[in-house]
């Protein structure tokens, strides 16, 4: 059985930062592109950063110099530090693998408020 399973969410102030992680099982990581996706509300889910197998990064405009994704494959986590972090980035970030097919996790509320 897959699972994802996010954590490191939370309320932050305007600049302020947190990291996220996503601890894998019940796939081979060190072959998966792992992605962090966000949804905010009445906005539909976007993709905000990529880490594939290989280890090539792909960012989203929003977030590129502000956020960064690792991967440790001895540990099948993927994370996503995130830095100045701005009200716009409130949302649910939401964990993906990608392999035959997609998986995702439940989620975790980033709110960036004063």
């Known amino acids: 059985q897959v699972r994802l399973v996010e954590s490191g969410g939370g309320y932050v102030q305007p600049g302020g930062s947190l990291r996220l992680s996503c601890a894998a099982s019940?796939?081979?990581?060190?072959?998966?592109?792992m992605g962090w996706h966000r949804q905010a509300p009445g906005k539909q889910r976007e993709l905000v950063a990529l880490?594939?197998?290989?280890?090539?990064?792909n960012y989203s405009d929003s977030v590129k110099g502000r956020f960064t994704i690792s991967r440790d494959n001895a540990k099948n986590t993927v994370y996503l530090q995130m830095n100045n972090l701005k009200p716009e980035d409130t949302a649910v970030y939401y964990c993906?693998?990608?392999?035959?097919?997609?998986?995702w996790g439940q989620g975790t509320q980033v709110t960036v408020s004063s």
């Open positions: 880490i594939t197998s290989g280890g090539s990064i």
């Open positions: 019940g796939i081979i990581f060190r072959i998966a592109a």
């Open positions: 993906n693998a990608v392999l035959d097919l997609h998986y």
